[in-house]
């Protein structure tokens, strides 16, 4: 009798030890999968992480611009020519459709300050790409 428990517990242990081996071969797998697209594209996480970057600062200076210093209000038009001018980049490199996006309409800051929404549907779009890279 003590014989037949330990080979069923030495069979369950082994049979433990398989599974465990097959899951962290998996995660292994996966890290590296992971690893390779991450370095694949670094460049291109970078570009999108400095874009969302300006894009949430001037959805900081945008809806307050009376609390600001004259030079930081002053800051805020060449900032969004920066960021319109790097989306139109990503477009040309064929990343987004610029066109597609609302702020491709916006003119001037002041275009900015009545309607923010242009600015949260950069940071939305370039986050959904963000994660479509790792899918």
């Not at 490199?93 to 610029?98: Q, S, T, V």
């Not at 242009?118 to 994660?131: D, G, R, S, T, W």
Request: contains cysteine.
């Amino acid at each position: 009798m003590i014989e037949n428990t330990s080979l069923i517990l030495t069979a369950l242990a082994t049979a433990f030890a398989g599974i465990a081996a097959w899951c962290s071969y998996e995660v292994s797998k996966n890290s590296l999968n992971f690893q390779k697209n991450y370095a694949k594209n670094q460049n291109l996480i970078n570009e999108l992480n400095r874009i969302i970057y300006k894009t949430e600062t001037l959805q900081i200076l945008i809806p307050n611009p009376h609390k600001f210093s004259d030079n930081e209000f002053k800051s805020i038009e060449p900032l969004l020519f920066e960021l319109k001018s790097e989306l139109e980049r990503l477009n040309m490199r064929e990343i987004i459709k610029y066109n597609d996006l609302k702020i491709s309409l916006v003119k001037n800051k002041f275009d900015l300050i009545d309607d923010n929404f242009p600015l949260k549907e950069v940071i939305n779009k370039l986050e959904a790409k963000k994660a479509e890279i790792f899918n």
